[in-house]
């Protein structure tokens, strides 16, 4: 991912506390919370390197699954294999999301199908055409930014969540001590706003300031990294990063406190999950909202590598085989909590991939791909948007190995979230600039 103007000034900061003092980058800042009646939470799960939707969501009707079969080839998973979801009989879910065929098949989960960047509504001819298209498509770092700015282009400095945080954590979070937006999974742009700013979390390590030396070594740290945090370095953006980590210190220190005095979470997540370590930890941030005073949260969580040009069944497998139960795991905490209804999960990828397998047992960077969005307000069992005509040179192939042409935009996509956390339709065409060159921008599943 290329670098950007706030990434280098907090690891410029970083480097000249955050090592003196024992901790990683990002290691131990930031989290978030609320106070009560009116709470919601989105929590975005990025699956990086472009999850292949294909062998995700399957056609499970005879005519539907012979066509899949014969075209995916060595892709193909044996019909008696699939999921089958109870409301949607002509489709089915990869053997590996037992968890996920449950939360739909009982209404608590949604699919968005054939989701990708686009600029505006967009058809083969004019794909093939080179008319109004994301930039640098099929790009893995280009399509992560385009996903996560929503503005189409990799260029565009802020991330739709931040734009969002800019625009609402006035009115919703005015007595906040942390900040709209945390992420577990490192700096993102789709955390950074222009005048607000996000905080990173290590999974289990809210209190970073507690480093692994004895007490003495620790506090000598500490003192040293806070003294050099003072100095007048007449850097403006050295300073202004200063600024940053001092906070996170404070962060660190009010997140630690306030999940101290809760008792553990008994849902169970995953032991040996990354995905399952970063949610649980989203959870306990939940679980103290009251204490934090926040009425609006935002989640980054995310798990790799997608990227499976060889090899693909094996590694897409055991990928898909982490985010179900961890996925299962974090609704069932938001149930223990009495938030399921509040709380809104969904995922986003660089791209599907092409439908043609390659010749190393794998599938090569595509478009269009289906998506998951789950939680107690989200009106699960269906799916939105349009299923792609599964041909190869078809109406939906951008060519001829299938790469699907999106039929929802992700800028649809996430706008539809937004306004279920609070933004309104005035507000949208700040966060999401060419919103308004879609007919609709709210697709209905939450």
Known sequence: MRPNRRSFIRCASLAAAGNVLGLRPFGALNALAQSATDYKALVCVFLYGGNDANNTFIPYDTAGYNSYANIRGPLAIAQNQLL?????????????????QTLFNNKNAAIVANVGTLVAPTTKAQYQANQSLPSNLFSHPDQQLEWQNASQSAAAPTGWAGRIADTLNTSYNPNGQVPMITSVAGDTLFCNGSASTPVSVSPGNLGAAACSESTTECGARLATAQALLSFDTGLTLVQADDTITSNAYNYSKILTAATSSVPKLQ??????????AQLAQIAQIIQVRAALGVSRQIFFAGI????THSDQIAQQSALLAQISPALAAFYQATQELGVASNVTTFTMSDFSRTYQPNSNTGSDHAWGSHHFVIGGAVKGGQMYGTFPTLALGG???????????????SMQYAATLAQWFGVSAAQLPA?????GSFATNNLGFV
């Open 395 to 409: 109406p939906d192939d951008s060519g001829s190995n299938g790469r699907w042409v999106p039929t929802t935009g």
């Open 267 to 276: 849902t169970v997540f995953p032991a040996n999950n990354g995905l399952a």
């Open 84 to 100: 089958p979801l109870t409301p949607l009989p002509n489709f089915a879910l990869n053997p590996n999301l037992p968890d996920l």
């Open 431 to 435: 966060i999401f600039p060419n919103i």
């Open 304 to 307: 790799g590598n997608f990227d």
